[in-house]
T-cell receptor, first 115, second 113 residues
Framework: GAVVSQHPSRVICKSGTSVKIECRSL??????MFWYRQFPKQSLMLMAT?????????EQGVEKDKFLINHASLTLSTLTVTSAHPEDSSFYIC???????????FGDGTRLSIL | QKEVEQDPGPLSVPEGAIVSLNCTYS??????FMWYRQYSRKGPELLMY????GNKEDGRFTAQVDKSSKYISLFIRDSQPSDSATYLC?????????????FGQGTELSVKP
């Protein structure tokens, strides 16, 4: 149980393109979803927390207009990187948590490369 | 000072060895403690989830939490080459809806056959 699916797993695109990443909880309802960014050999950095039906809460230093998050249902959250530039290249990982004192379960990440 | 400190390694052990991974933390409000395993180019996989102090065992894995010392450990018995991965400790103040996790840097483990 507690499977989180993230799609796509790999994206390569030109500078200026917008990229959408999907995160789905497959076998549970996720009240809260989280989006992280991870650089090589480093730990996960939380970008934003998303609750179903409400606006996401962004961490300090994360541009809201750059990283658009939508959590329209209890099983789906999306992250859109708008007008991506090479410095946005990174490994993006989502996680989801059910209600109550349940831990976060992570997707397999999306490797984004902006040329 | 980081809220959570974890030695990044790398740590190399022979197959069959007992592995000890550790994290220290500074925030006494942390109540929920987790260990995740992350293989290269994959997302973290939850190994252990504990609340407050004490031990928890699951197969070859044992998690220990000592809140008085602000110290948590993960022990791996009879280590296997398939255990080679990066191990991340994580903790949170709130457990509700997962809570905001604070991660350690991760320890890179290599188990040699």
């Amino acid at each position: 149980g507690a499977v989180v699916s993230q799609h796509p797993s790999r994206v390569i695109c030109k500078s200026g393109t917008s990229v959408k990443i999907e995160c789905r909880s497959l076998d549970f309802q996720a009240t809260t979803m989280f989006w992280y960014r991870q650089f090589p050999k480093q730990s996960l950095m939380l970008m934003a927390t998303s609750n179903e039906g409400s606006k996401a809460t962004y961490e300090q230093g994360v541009e809201k207009d750059k990283f658009l998050i939508n959590h329209a249902s209890l099983t789906l959250s999306t992250l859109t990187v708008t007008s991506a530039h090479p410095e946005d290249s990174s490994f993006y990982i989502c996680s989801a948590s059910a209600s109550g004192n349940q831990p976060q379960h992570f997707g397999d990440g999306t490797r984004l490369s902006i040329l | 000072q980081k809220e959570v400190e974890q030695d990044p390694g790398p740590l190399s052990v022979p197959e069959g060895a007992i592995v000890s991974l550790n994290c220290t933390y500074s925030n006494s409000a942390f109540q929920y403690f987790m260990w995740y395993r992350q293989y290269s180019r994959k997302g973290p996989e939850l190994l252990m989830y504990t609340y407050s102090s004490g031990n928890k065992e699951d197969g070859r894995f044992t998690a220990q939490v000592d809140k008085s010392s602000k110290y948590i450990s993960l022990f791996i018995r009879d280590s296997q080459p398939s255990d080679s991965a990066t191990y991340l400790c994580a903790m949170s103040v709130m457990g509700n809806q997962g809570g905001k996790l604070i991660f350690g840097q991760g320890t890179e483990l290599s188990v040699k056959p």
